[in-house]
């Protein structure tokens, strides 16, 4: 389209106010131009530039009561479009990072969920371990691991010698060890 007066401009934007559909074509083909050339200087990219395009001037519609036509409506326009590049920008940089705290959230309760399940079968695979051994073995080991006693307060309890407590243990960590050590491997490698 032609250059137009400012007279020209003022009516059109009177007209535009008073939600003239009319009018609102004409200034767009007036100025599309100017906004999507100042778009691509900014964001390099035909088809960003061309969405911002239709953004502004979906913005310049929707505000359009609040235009003041006695200021520079170029200005008003151009204003607006750089205003809407760097709140989209600030948005997908907002974006980006809210996404990569997400990420590093699910990650780590992954971890977390991951770790709680290896944990869990281990504690099963040990029970399971300790549930097979030998009944005074496996007593002598719940009474020292469990309940924390000593070898002298289990041997009094059981009426046998430390030594034999302490030979009970000795296989009992030995059967658990070998029963756990392939399975840490694996989780450790």
Not at 46 to 71: C, G, Y
């Given at each position: 389209?032609?250059?137009?007066?400012?007279?020209?401009?003022?009516?059109?934007?009177?007209?535009?106010?008073?939600?003239?559909?009319?009018?609102?074509?004409?200034?767009?083909?007036?100025?599309?131009?100017?906004?999507?050339?100042?778009?691509?200087?900014?964001?390099?990219?035909?088809?960003?530039?061309?969405?911002?395009v239709?953004?502004?001037?979906?913005?310049?519609?929707?505000?359009?009561?609040?235009?003041?036509?006695?200021?520079?409506?170029?200005?008003?326009?151009?204003?607006?479009?750089?205003?809407t590049?760097?709140?989209?920008?600030?948005?997908?940089?907002?974006?980006?990072?809210?996404?990569?705290?997400?990420?590093?959230?699910?990650?780590?309760?992954?971890q977390?969920?991951?770790?709680?399940?290896?944990?869990?079968?281990?504690?099963?695979?040990?029970?399971?371990?300790?549930?097979?051994?030998?009944?005074?073995?496996?007593?002598?080991?719940?009474?020292?691991?469990?309940?924390?006693?000593?070898?002298?307060?289990?041997?009094?309890?059981?009426?046998?010698?430390?030594?034999?407590?302490?030979?009970?243990?000795?296989?009992?960590?030995?059967?658990?060890?070998?029963?756990?050590?392939?399975?840490?491997?694996?989780?450790?490698?």
């Amino acid at each position: 389209m032609d250059p137009i007066t400012k007279q020209e401009e003022k009516e059109l934007l009177i007209r535009l106010i008073d939600d003239d559909n009319d009018a609102f074509e004409k200034i767009y083909y007036l100025y599309v131009d100017r906004v999507y050339y100042f778009s691509l200087r900014y964001l390099n990219n035909n088809e960003d530039a061309e969405e911002m395009v239709q953004e502004v001037f979906t913005k310049i519609w929707e505000s359009r009561k609040n235009i003041n036509i006695d200021l520079s409506f170029s200005g008003y326009l151009l204003t607006t479009t750089k205003n809407t590049i760097f709140n989209n920008h600030r948005k997908k940089v907002n974006h980006q990072a809210y996404c990569e705290y997400i990420i590093t959230y699910l990650q780590s309760s992954m971890q977390h969920v991951e770790d709680e399940i290896i944990y869990n079968d281990l504690m099963d695979i040990l029970n399971k371990t300790i549930a097979g051994l030998p009944p005074k073995r496996q007593e002598i080991f719940k009474l020292c691991r469990f309940q924390g006693m000593a070898y002298k307060d289990i041997s009094k309890k059981l009426s046998i010698s430390e030594k034999t407590i302490e030979t009970h243990m000795r296989l009992a960590i030995r059967d658990i060890r070998n029963r756990l050590a392939p399975i840490l491997d694996k989780i450790v490698t």
